[in-house]
């Protein structure tokens, strides 16, 4: 079908929604759905269908669509796969731009559950509506208040980054972790089966919308070669794509086909086709979420050459090899900023070079600020990775230390214009160490606003460092 | 020197210590060290020495080694580098029997802290006693409540794990995030520059030791080759030993060579040099945790097989993805557990195969405790990972849900004694959400109680399953 970016358009930032089997029943994907939608406080008109119940969670219900006061923008279908067909033809034959459909059951399940999958295209093409799934979660956009489903708690702050994903788990996960991490979504879209809008459709709808600045994608397989890599060359000329593409093995094919019935096709292929089209490659939840925060945070014009700091030998050593691994240099100081850090650091026992050991982290604040200033500003230095070792340092200077340690590293990259990554690596994991996790929370909460990227671990922040800055034809974005 | 087993575990499990540069005052090392050593509650006598105190932290102190009431059997220093010398003369003269130098400025510092630490070594030689350091951290053991520089709150549970390190920082981590990870150690040992115990010492030590099951050491480089190398097949031979090596890359040599002045040698060397001694080769702090914890719960006799589980496709595609690439098998189920698992999964939208996808974490507990007893016993599964997808399973089934599917799992590996890890990652990051983290925890907890192994991502838990796995030859410890 050809594409329309205003309809999906329409479809994402929907007006109105009907949720077809709502339900009253705690348990049920009917009852999470509507209390998701609640809860998250969706802005337009909210219609819940259920023909044998009259009331759910405090609002009155509708028996069929036909019913309602108005044609709503997107039908959300929650029902089994079987029943599904009767809506749709109803959706047709009212007018509606979009349906969801949640249900499992369809061509991932085998021949029966394709044919179903098969007629549900057909309707919507006669209908003239466009399909989200099924086997999905659904559309989360805090713009209009969308959530996924289940996402009762996601983010209300609209942002720029988009997210398109087969599996609905990773859509949720991502969307919950970019709340707090820094990473303000425009909106995800959890597309299952992708039997009508699919991959290719979503990456050419986000590449193209103004209001999304970066690009992420978790992909099983696709079905349409030659238009997933137009699709993919187009958005990629205009914002970072990162692409995680899972189903390169063999019992992780037998699972796509399973899952969400795609084709997953040769690893190879794939690596040369992402490489080629300007994508940056991504594995995990979590490397996605390092590469949107170093893209946010850091942008990826810098050079690449990094100067790592903290209070301790080893952190710097280890990350050296890292950096070096990930195709970062760790080049020596300037001599004017060495001896300058020299004069400042005279006393500190600290090891003055790249690394930078500052020996302890106990240093008096005034000499750490003009220290993390200097290192910063060294004309060799594109960008400055300090490492906050808050496994003992939390012991020396107490949790006032190490927030006025983060605050000296903001200041150091305000007054030198230049980027600045902290590592923050949690080294509580007890009940009764919660105290240490609120104080890490509050540190990392207080540099993100301050523009500091924050990483768990030397390794996570290199190699977000490494993969953001991404293809060099692309660095200009 | 020659190697004496005795010796060293005199000095590992002091019965007395003293500390020379014991200090009042908050903010010196000689203060967080006896703060440090007093919070641990160390077992045998503790003597401070300070000429210029009375009483620090409510002790009374004593103006020199000789004024002793008795001679210690580890001397701990914390005074400056160039007033070492003095006092490792009377440790000699004392008959003390090891000697702990924590400050830097030795040999890692140039020509005149080269001297000094050569002379040092001279004193240790001429009076009889072993040196630990200088630039260290020094021992933590549970067995007499010796604590590492600063670490005030380390478990007092001994245990059997071994850490030897040239780096205080990383033993603090390792050390703190073992308490609550399920690893009880036997001992930590942070050497430093090594000038007189050294890896070879502590790896030939730690490796006769019958109370150690596991070793791991982070290593800058050794000045030792040929030593080093048989202490390490020795140690091998004997039990799992997990070794860190950094300083691969020219920064990284250069850091190393100004943290501790060792020889970082080339990493080629290396590579094949642990390899063929049968080491467990690993990287990072994170890595050497997941090894052992997957050590200490899932031993390492079992075959390749995985069965990937969980509510929601992607997480088991990307769990098979992980487990081809690191050499593990994800085979189909068996027909019969198959025809099982299908009788009990019927209704709930489930996938059965493996990778197996229950396709919601709302199933009737009972089905769920019956499915995951059937996923174990499957002849063709040598351990079960189960994916508990915190993110939206918190949601839909709450917390006493997610418990009870904790002990489901649990009742799975005591039935039919096969190993079972469950990936527990966390949604929380927001000073907002710590109940989350809290419930996290407490899964955490009491999955390790019940002998399941906990891993925060399906990476980590693939990897660690497969490092831990060994070289073949070895897989019988």
Redesign the interface.
């Known amino acids: 079908m050809n594409f329309d970016f205003d309809q999906i358009d329409a479809i994402v930032n929907a007006r109105s929604i009907a949720i077809v089997g709502a339900s009253g029943k705690p ?1 049920k ?1 009917g009852h ?1 759905l509507v209390a ?1 939608q609640l809860a998250m406080g969706f802005e337009g008109a909210l219609y819940l269908i259920n023909p044998g119940e009259t009331e759910i969670l405090g609002r009155r219900t509708y028996p069929s669509l036909e019913s309602l006061p108005e044609v709503p923008d997107l039908v959300y279908l929650t029902i089994p796969a079987p029943l599904s067909l009767d809506v749709l033809r109803d959706c047709g034959r009212l007018g509606v731009r979009g349906v969801v459909i949640i ?3 369809f061509r ?1 399940a085998g021949p029966e559950g394709e044919a179903l999958e098969r007629q549900a295209l057909e309707l919507a093409r006669q209908g003239g509506f466009r399909i989200i799934g099924p086997n999905c979660f659904g559309i989360y956009n805090p713009r209009n208040r969308l959530t996924l489903l ?4 996601l983010s209300r702050t609209p942002g720029d980054a988009a997210f398109l ?6 859509s ?2 991502l969307a ?2 970019g ?3 820094g990473i303000p979504f425009r909106a995800v879209v959890s597309y299952g089966n992708g039997t009508d809008l699919d991959e290719c459709d979503l990456l050419r709808y986000f590449g193209r919308d103004p209001g999304t600045r970066y690009v992420a994608a ?1 992909l ?1 397989g696709t079905q349409k070669g030659r238009q997933f890599l137009d699709a993919l060359r187009e958005a990629c000329a205009q914002k970072p794509v990162l692409v995680w593409k ?7 094919r ?3 086909s ?3 019935g795609s084709l997953a096709g040769s690893a190879e292929v794939w690596r040369s086709a992402l490489t080629q089209a300007g994508a940056i490659s991504v ?2 939840i ?1 490397e996605i979420l390092d590469v949107l925060l170093a893209l946010r945070h850091l942008g990826r014009n810098w050079g690449q050459r990094i100067l790592i700091a903290g ?8 990350g ?2 890292l ?3 990930e195709g970062l ?4 100081l300037e001599a004017g900023a060495r001896a300058r850090l020299g004069e400042i650091l005279v006393r500190a ?1 600290a ?1 003055v ?3 930078l ?1 500052l ?2 982290p ?1 240093i008096p604040l005034p000499l750490f600020a003009a220290a993390m200033r200097e290192a910063t500003a060294n004309p060799s230095t594109d960008l400055l990775v300090f490492d906050l ?1 808050v ?2 340092a939390r ?2 200077v107490g949790d006032s230390g190490i927030l006025e340690a983060a605050d000296a590293l903001a200041r150091a990259r305000r007054e030198t214009g230049k980027p600045v990554a902290a590592v923050l ?1 949690s ?1 509580a ?3 009764e ?2 105290n240490v ?2 104080l890490l ?2 540190v ?2 207080r540099l993100l606003e301050q523009g500091v990227a924050v990483f768990p ?3 996570r922040a290199v190699r977000a460092l490494s993969l953001a800055r991404g293809p060099a034809c692309h660095r200009r974005n």
């Open positions: 348990g994907f999470a998701a249900a499992a059951g991932e289940p996402g009762y708690d994903s087969q599996s609905g788990g990773f949720l996960h919950r972790m709340k707090s991490l978790y099983e899972v189903g390169k093995g063999e019992a992780s037998r699972a796509v399973s899952h969400t594995s995990g979590d209070g301790g030998g080893g952190l710097g050593t280890y050296a090899d950096a070096e691994v240099s760790v080049p020596p026992g090891v070079g790249n690394p050991d020996g302890t106990m070792a496994n003992f012991d020396l690596y080294r994991c007890d009940p160490d919660m996790e609120d929370r509050r990392r909460a671990s030397m390794a």
